[in-house]
C-alpha cells in the first residue's frame, strides 16, 4: 500500500467536478442514504463557520450554557435520524489548546455518540509525518468509489466539495482513513476527560464581527 501522506496527496491533486455547498449537500443527503458501508469522515481543520447552526451562534456569542443546552435538545432528534441511516464514522483531528470552535464541536460529537455516531478523536502530532507542509484534507467517502473533498474559505465557512470517482483513489484513501480511525480514541471519552472541564470558550472581537454577513441559521445540524 502507498504512504498515506501520498494518497492524500492524489486526493488534492486529482482533477475533478466543483459541487457548490447546496449541490454538494443534495448529493450528499441522496448517496449516504444508500452508502454500502456508511459514512465515513476525515475532519483536520480547527477553525469551521457554521451560521446556519443555532448553538454554534450562541457559542460565539458568549452564551455558553445556552448553546451546550441546545445540543442536548438535538440528541433525541439525532437518535431518531440515525436510527433509521447507514453507519457514520468520523476521526476528528484535534489541535491543543482547542479553539473556540473545536471546543464546541467536540461536544456536538459526544452527543452525536450518544445518539448513534461513532466518532473518534486522534491529536494531530499523529498525523504530522502524513501532512508534508499542507494539513490533511477534509474528505468524506461514501462507497468504494465515491469521494468528497469538502472545501471552505478562509474563515472556514463551507463553499463545496470536489467529487472524486476514481476506484483506484477512493481505495486507498478510505484505507488510510480506516488506520487514522483505528488509532483513534473514543470522543466521549476524550470529552469527558479534556474537554468538558475547560472553562467557556472566549471568542474573539474580530469572529464576532464576521456575524452580521452571515445572517441565515436554521438550528439545524448537518449529518
Given at each position: 500500500m502507498a504512504h498515506a501522506g501520498d494518497i492524500f496527496d492524489e486526493v488534492?491533486?486529482?482533477?475533478?467536478?466543483?459541487?457548490?455547498?447546496?449541490?454538494?449537500?443534495a448529493e450528499f443527503t441522496e448517496e449516504f442514504?444508500?452508502?454500502?458501508?456508511g459514512v465515513w469522515k476525515l475532519e483536520r481543520a480547527q477553525e469551521f463557520f457554521e451560521p446556519d447552526v443555532a448553538s454554534w451562534r450562541a457559542m460565539m456569542a458568549g452564551d455558553w450554557?445556552?448553546?451546550?443546552?441546545?445540543?442536548?435538545?438535538?440528541?433525541?432528534?439525532?437518535?431518531?435520524?440515525?436510527k433509521t441511516r447507514p453507519e457514520a464514522r468520523r476521526i476528528r483531528i484535534v489541535e491543543t489548546p482547542l479553539t473556540p470552535?473545536?471546543?464546541?464541536?467536540?461536544?456536538?460529537?459526544?452527543?452525536?455518540?450518544t445518539?448513534?455516531?461513532?466518532?473518534?478523536?486522534l491529536h494531530a502530532d499523529a498525523v504530522r509525518e502524513l501532512e508534508r507542509g499542507a494539513p490533511l484534507?477534509?474528505?468524506v467517502v461514501l462507497g468504494p468509489s465515491l469521494l468528497y473533498e469538502v472545501l471552505y474559505d478562509e474563515i472556514g465557512a463551507h463553499v463545496g466539495a470536489r467529487r472524486i470517482t476514481d476506484p483506484g483513489l477512493v481505495g486507498p484513501c478510505l484505507a488510510a482513513i480506516r488506520q487514522l480511525y483505528g488509532r483513534g480514541e473514543d470522543v466521549r471519552a476524550y470529552v469527558?476527560?479534556?474537554?468538558?472541564?475547560l472553562p467557556p470558550p472566549v471568542i474573539s472581537e474580530s469572529a464576532r464581527a464576521l456575524l452580521p454577513g452571515y445572517s441565515?441559521?436554521?438550528?439545524?445540524?448537518?449529518p
Open positions: 488534492r491533486r486529482a482533477e475533478a467536478p466543483v459541487l457548490s455547498a447546496a449541490d454538494y449537500q442514504e444508500r452508502a454500502p458501508d450554557d445556552g448553546s451546550l443546552a441546545m445540543l442536548e435538545e438535538l440528541r433525541e432528534f439525532l437518535f431518531t435520524y440515525y470552535y473545536l471546543q464546541w464541536e467536540l461536544h456536538v460529537l459526544a452527543v452525536r455518540a445518539a448513534g455516531e461513532r466518532p473518534r478523536v484534507p477534509e474528505i469527558e476527560r479534556e474537554v468538558a472541564p441565515h441559521h436554521t438550528g439545524t445540524i448537518r
